[in-house]
């Protein structure tokens, strides 16, 4: 499924957040969002997600504004990878996992789902919780929540997945695993992902294109060869450094070395 930003402007107040923004991804591309905390990398998801509503501008989902479809037609279409989970005293990780399916079902949630049991052990595997299954979220470390946020993510089935810091709380191994299984499902399942990474190499590594948002604008959109480079670095992120090419993953490395000057979080100072 392609998603289409086009001439996307959001302010929660008075400044805008967002201006201007134009994206395209196409249908099974993997995208990695960077930029600097604060930039709008999560309000963005938030409007592709139609979890809020563009101040100017419009979202498409394969040329269907998000305005023309239900909050059930747009979740069957987009599943969200959130920053945090739902804080349901005493919910288990299989309860909550199973609420994935809510928007495959009918009306309301009310109609019996066949695939219900499979799609959601499937994704607790997939997320490698499976082990977890009847613990309470409130007990859980927070790499192990991080990993149940993507089962959550996952059972959905949809067609796009949007991930807001998938890797954020996880070990060295857990990260790979999670960009590993990100990638995995996006060739098995022609998925459309869009992943907001503070981890440059990973992001160069498991994204086949970055598009770095500075100044509530896009300022950079390419593949991981060209955009990642010592003048992204700078401009994007005030840090002076190398880049040098991993030959085993072919992809660019960041060796950051130390600030030169500070970023623009927002727009207005671009
Ligand atoms: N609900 C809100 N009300 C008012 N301002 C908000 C709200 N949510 C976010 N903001 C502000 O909007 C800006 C963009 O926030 P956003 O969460 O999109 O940034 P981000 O790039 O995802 O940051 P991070 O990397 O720190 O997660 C920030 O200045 C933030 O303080």
């Not at 023309?68 to 804080?87: T, W």
């Not at 810091?165 to 790979?176: F, G, N, S, V, W």
């Not at 992204?232 to 450094?241: I, K």
């Not at 490395?253 to 600030?259: G, I, S, W």
Request: hydrophobic share 45%.
């Amino acid at each position: 499924m392609t998603v289409q930003v086009r001439d996307l402007t959001f302010s929660y107040g008075r400044e805008p957040v967002l201006s201007g923004v134009d994206l395209t991804v196409a249908s099974g591309e993997f995208v990695a969002l960077l930029g600097v905390n604060g930039c709008g990398k999560s309000t963005l998801l938030k409007l592709i997600a139609g979890l809020l509503t563009p101040t100017e501008g419009v979202v498409l989902l394969d040329g269907i504004p998000l305005s023309g479809l239900s909050r059930r037609q747009i979740a069957r279409r987009v599943a969200v990878l959130h920053q945090s989970l739902p804080p349901v005293p005493g919910l288990t990780v299989e309860q909550l996992v199973r609420q994935g399916r809510y928007p495959a079902r009918g009306p309301l949630g009310m109609l019996w789902e066949p695939d219900a049991d499979h799609h959601t052990e499937e994704a607790l595997d997939l997320a490698g919780v499976t082990h977890l299954a009847g613990r309470v979220l409130d007990t859980l470390s927070g790499g192990e929540r991080q990993r149940v946020r993507l089962a959550l993510a996952v059972a959905q089935r949809a067609p796009v997945l949007l991930l807001d810091e998938p890797t954020a709380h996880l070990d060295i191994r857990h990260q790979l695993e999670v960009l590993t299984v990100v990638r995995e499902l996006r060739a098995a399942r022609g998925l459309t992902v869009i992943a907001v990474l503070h981890e440059i190499d990973h992001a160069a590594r498991f994204a086949e294109r970055i598009v770095a948002l500075r100044g509530g604008r896009v300022h950079a959109d390419g593949p991981p060869d060209r955009v990642v480079t010592p003048r992204l670095l700078a401009e994007v992120f005030g840090v002076a450094g190398r880049v040098v090419m991993d030959e085993l993953h072919r992809s660019p490395r960041c060796l950051p070395d130390h600030p030169v000057a500070t970023p623009v979080a927002a727009s207005g100072g671009a």
